[in-house]
């Protein structure tokens, strides 16, 4: 059974940083595209960051370009977003999802691309 599990969300001031983390289980990271989306109150999911199944390329969209870094634990099984200098409309609940799929650096920043999610994590900064 694949299991997607975020942690690390909080609530940080403006200019602060948080590191989210995606544990999985049922499947191996190494072998999967994972993808960081968020999802504000009254707002579509967006793309955050990705991290492609070969070569292991990332992905960002470019609202967090230079301030989120996507990274991968093979050991660990989890896949990790660091995140700094951070600002309120960064706000939001934010999701990991992972999919075995070959996708492009286009098509992983599509929601529907995903076969697996993660619950959530809810991430607050105030300004």
């Known amino acids: 059974q694949v299991q997607l599990v975020e942690s690390g969300g909080g609530l940080v001031q403006a200019g602060g940083s948080l590191r989210l983390s995606c544990a999985a289980s049922g499947l191996p990271v190494s072998a999967y595209n994972v993808g960081w989306f968020r999802q504000a109150p009254g707002k579509e999911r967006e793309f955050v960051a990705a991290?492609?199944?070969?070569?292991?390329?990332?992905v960002y969209a470019d609202s967090v370009k230079g301030r989120f870094t996507i990274a991968r634990d093979n050991g660990q099984n989890t896949v990790y977003l660091q995140m700094i200098s951070l600002k309120p409309e960064d706000t939001a609940v934010y999701y990991c999802a992972a999919d075995a799929d070959r996708l492009s650096s286009v098509r992983v920043r599509v929601v529907g691309e995903y076969r697996y999610w993660g619950q959530g994590t809810q991430v607050t900064v105030s300004s």
């Open positions: 991290i492609t199944r070969s070569g292991g390329t990332s």
